[in-house]
């Protein structure tokens, strides 16, 4: 056992995923302005997608949204194959490779098709990682410590997620750079950075993780999810928990197009606007790992019914407050509703999964998650134009949305949680 009592080989893993995503997350900062001062070399100006004119900005948000949308329709396709194979390391090596190639070709590309081609690369990468990195975590884990490694991978991963766009500006900003073979620009040393994460993780994963023997010897032909529940008329729990968790990402996406309606509502800079942006991550560092091992011994439904309770009011709201002040304690808020939904659902949807099928059981809520995480901002984006309030009403009625199916059609998975909820207070 390492730190926090988990197993070092989830602990390699959950680093590994930290230094890819400080690489992956740089790209959030970087790829825009390059495109915008490299690529597309015509600020403001536009430019045609299948023989289609459109604005700049939608150059940039294509590229963008490439990789999530890739990312998150793979992620059942390539999490079905590596419970077919038995083979989690061997795909998450795989996609770090492709990762960090694409992260370093950015350098030699000089056409907006060249950076899609790269995109839809690094799309098919995560795709292959990160559904068999979590099935991984899943296999490694037992009933007992299933929460507990979620919520410690989870905190690892949204560290580097949260760290590493405040880490791009600052590399941007201060270059370019001498070296002892010539000046290397800020885009250059970026595009750097993220090759050397994914070879990194590569290494780390490559060196201190193997595959359980069971994944190989259990992988099984009929691999897929339901939409009903085969046992009764309801929906089958792990498509439930999909569902409610695309409606939880799209709530922590709308916030991330908003930065001009926000400044003029809030009266605030860009300062404040990056602490909003970072106090769901924040809170969620704080909370996901006693609130994965709590799981563990209370079981995983009051948190993920507490959770999207939770979730309601702090999304509805973020549409009313009018401090800096009131937005980042309702973002934090925010951030520990999704700490008590995220690890929890993934400990759920993995206690229910037979030997074999972490990872077609797993993606489901991975896909969701990023596809979530996509959708956020395009409709935040729209719904912005009839009012402020209404991208986070709509994040709150799809909150709302997703306690009731959680409440209704999600059963406890830890037995001993049953036994101590039936305990009176007179025993």
Known sequence: ??????????LTLAFARMIDAVGNSFLIVVLPQFLDEVILDAPGGGGEILGVAVAQSVLIGVALSLFGFLN?????????????????????????????????AYVFADSYVEILVLRMLQGVGAALAIPATVALVNELATDATRGGNFGVFNTFRLIGFGF????????????????????????????????????????????????PE???????????VSVTDPEDSGLDPVFTLGVATLFMAIGIGLFATLEPQLSDRLSQGSVLFSLEFAAVVIANVVFQV????????????????????????????????????GMVAARFVQGI???????????????????????????ILTMAFGLGTAVGPL???????????????????????????????????VSEAEKIASVSPQD
């Open 1 to 10: 056992m390492g730190l926090f009592g988990t197993d070092r080989r989830v």
């Open 72 to 104: 998150s329709f793979g992620q059942p396709f390539t999490g079905r194959l590596s419970d077919r194979t038995g083979k989690r390391k061997a795909f998450i090596l795989v996609g770090l490779a492709l990762l960090g190639v694409a992260s370093g």
């Open 164 to 211: 590493g766009p405040l880490v791009a500006g600052f590399i941007l900003e201060f270059g370019p750079y001498p070296t002892p073979v010539g000046t290397v620009s800020g885009f250059v040393a970026a595009f750097g950075v993220a090759l050397l994460g994914a070879a990194t993780s590569f290494a780390l994963v490559a060196t201190f993780v193997s595959d």
């Open 214 to 224: 069971r994944a190989a010897a259990s992988a099984g032909d009929e691999l897929a």
């Open 290 to 325: 006693p609130v994965g091992r709590a799981s563990d011994t209370y079981g995983r439904r009051p948190f993920l019914v507490a959770g999207f309770a939770l979730l309601v009011p702090a999304l509805f709201a973020q549409g009313f407050v009018t401090t800096p002040a």
């Open 337 to 363: 509703a999704v700490a008590m939904v995220f690890a929890p659902s993934l400990a759920l949807a993995g206690d229910l999964a037979k030997e074999g099928e972490s990872g077609t059981k797993l993606s």
């Open 379 to 413: 409709a935040s984006g729209f719904l912005v134009t009839f009012g402020f309030v209404w991208p986070f009403a709509f994040g709150g009625v799809l909150a709302a949305v997703g306690l009731v199916l959680v409440y209704t059609q999600v059963e406890e998975t």
